[in-house]
Every structure is written in C-alpha cells, then in structure tokens.
C-alpha cells in the first residue's frame, strides 16, 4: 500500500505526463511539430515513448481516426502500439505515409 507522500508523487507524475501529452498532441495538430520529431523525443522523453501511436497519428493535421487506424492496419502495427514499440521498418513506412509538412 502506499504512503501518503507516495500518492502524492504518483498523482503530481501522472499530472505531468497528461500536460506534456496535451502538449504534443496540441503541436502535432498545428503543426509545429511532426512525426519524424515525436520518434526523436521519445529517445530520451519516457511521456513520448509512452504515448499510443494511434492518438499520436490521430492528432496529426488531415488525419482522423479512420486514416490513422486503416495506416496501421496497412503497415502492420496494433492498434495499442505505443511509440517506444514501433520498429525501424514500421517507423520508415509512417515517416513516408505522413511525412513532416514544410513551415
């Protein structure tokens, strides 16, 4: 069971990781940042590498919930996905099929 000093961390992390995730997929949505940037942060960003591929491919610009998850389908990766788990050749395919749009 925990301590009370322990729930606390966990809740104030928890907090955290939503607001550094609502960060992202707001960026992604405006484009600021793109697919190629997320594999990048999520080198050394554990909230990154955590995220679902599929919110993260939902939250692009001009991609919905259906294109995000027929992509997956295509490419062969689950729907449950998380960045941290997407291979090198996958990784390849996603980076053609949505490439990052010039600012």
Do not use: N, W, Y
Not at 47 to 52: I, Q, Y
Not at 65 to 92: C, F, L, N, P, Y
């Amino acid at each position: 069971m925990l301590s009370d000093e322990q729930r606390a961390a966990a809740r104030e992390k928890a907090l955290v990781a939503r607001h550094v995730r609502a960060r992202l997929k707001e960026d992604l949505k405006a484009g600021t940042v793109g697919l190629a940037d997320v594999f990048a942060r999520a080198v050394d960003d554990d909230v990154v590498a955590g995220t679902k591929m599929l919110v993260i491919l939902e939250s692009l610009p001009a991609v919905g919930k259906v294109k995000a998850r027929r992509t997956m389908d295509a490419i062969g990766i689950a729907h449950s996905r998380r960045v941290r788990g997407v291979g090198e050749h996958q990784r390849g395919k996603l980076l053609a099929e949505f490439p990052t749009p010039l600012t």
